[in-house]
């Protein structure tokens, strides 16, 4: 079966420079989340979209943004890069109906910044 | 504040031990609980989903069961390779979508 794919799968960044993490959900899945998860953490949640259009947001620091394209990839950019912005970053998608969700998550991007 | 506590936050267990993880969750209305696993450096892989109290699922060795308050994994004679960290999350109601995770149990099972 289809899973999330996400890339690139590892990232080696300077300080102050620019990143793009890029997430493709599973076919016909309608919302795709961005989760940030740093060494011995849970994922903590940065934003979602559903059906293209941003749906919730979470601890999603203003120096990133994130949309979702008609295909339904997403992307996450991240600017002005910290030391404090190395972790896994991780996408998700799922198909909601009737309120209810299951989350997927893809395998992650290790970004590292130097 | 809704809030997810799981626990122990580490479990050592001999091959064949079997033991219990658990969740427990202060959520006014459960939408969904939703247990994963995750490797060292990998994605969380999607294990159960329950949504009601008194629900059952099982997949091989992993059986997961939910209360008004509470969610167990059992964990029957495990294998060295179930060692992983196994995540909860719950959905509550509302506009919100999105699952609160707990801080996950990490669990290591030696051969």
């Known amino acids: 079966a289809a899973g999330v794919i996400q890339s690139p799968r590892h990232l080696i960044k300077e300080k102050r420079e620019t990143a793009t993490l890029k997430c493709y959900p599973i076919?016909?899945?309608?919302?795709v989340y961005w989760y940030q998860q740093g060494p011995g953490q849970d994922p903590q949640f940065l934003i979602s979209?559903?059906?293209?259009?941003?749906?919730d947001k979470g601890s999603i620091p203003d120096r990133f943004s994130a949309q979702q394209f008609s295909d339904y990839h997403s992307e996450l950019n991240m600017s002005s890069l910290e030391l404090g912005d190395s972790a896994l970053y991780f996408c998700?998608?799922?198909?909601?109906?009737?309120?209810?969700?299951?989350?997927?998550f893809g395998p992650g991007t290790r970004l590292t910044v130097l | 504040e809704d809030q997810v506590t799981q626990s122990p936050e580490a479990l050592r267990l001999q091959e064949g031990e079997s033991s219990s993880l658990n969740c427990s969750y202060t959520?006014?209305?459960?939408?969904?609980l939703f247990w994963y696993r995750q490797d060292p450096g990998k994605g969380p892989e999607f294990l159960f989903t329950?949504?009601?109290a008194g629900e059952e699922k099982e997949k091989e060795r992993l059986k997961a069961t939910l209360t008004k308050k509470e969610s167990f994994l059992h964990i029957t004679a495990p294998k060295p390779e179930d060692s992983a960290t196994y995540l909860c999350?719950?959905?509550?109601?509302?506009?919100?979508?999105?699952?609160?995770f707990g801080r996950g149990t990490s669990l290591i099972v030696h051969p």
């Open positions: 999350a719950v959905q509550a109601p509302g506009g919100s979508y999105i699952p609160t």
């Open positions: 329950l949504y009601s």
């Open positions: 959520v006014s209305g459960l939408r969904g």
């Open positions: 979209f559903y059906e293209k259009m941003q749906s």
């Open positions: 998700a998608s799922s198909f909601q109906r009737e309120g209810r969700i299951e989350q997927f």
């Open positions: 076919p016909r899945h309608d919302t």
